[in-house]
């Protein structure tokens, strides 16, 4: 599976991003995908994950009730809604496709990855 991550950019605290994770080469949907970032000088967090039918989604405790995961398996992308961005949410943004229908929140479940896509968050 490639993936490709999108949808990145530069936008003033408060505001909102939607990212797109497409995948190629052949479906993920039945594979668990999850959203990492790691902003610069700092470790690779988990962000959001969600199953491989979309019915069950996790976030990290700093990003609740802000940001949205959700999947369409028919297109073959996941998204991650992002709303009130902080400058805290800077960060390259990536994708990862689990080998299982869920990958939960630790990185080393995931085992395809995207290059990453960048956030910048403005005051």
């Known amino acids: 599976v490639q993936l490709q991550a999108s949808g990145g950019g530069l936008v003033q605290a408060g505001g909102s991003l939607r990212l797109s994770c497409a995948a190629s080469?052949?479906?993920?949907?039945?594979?668990?995908v999850g959203w990492f970032r790691q902003a610069p000088g700092k470790e690779r967090e988990f962000v959001a994950g969600?199953?491989?039918?979309?019915?069950?989604?996790a976030y990290a405790d700093s990003v609740k009730g802000r940001f949205t995961i959700s999947r369409d398996n028919v297109k073959n992308t996941v998204y991650l809604q992002m709303n009130s961005l902080k400058p805290e949410d800077t960060a390259v943004y990536y994708c990862?496709?689990?080998?299982?229908?869920?990958?939960?929140?630790?990185?080393?479940?995931?085992?395809?990855w995207g290059q990453g896509t960048l956030v910048t968050v403005q005051r």
């Open positions: 990862a496709a689990a080998r299982h229908s869920w990958g939960g929140d630790e990185a080393r479940m995931y085992h395809y």
């Open positions: 080469k052949r479906t993920f949907s039945n594979n668990g």
């Open positions: 969600i199953n491989w039918r979309g019915g069950s989604t």
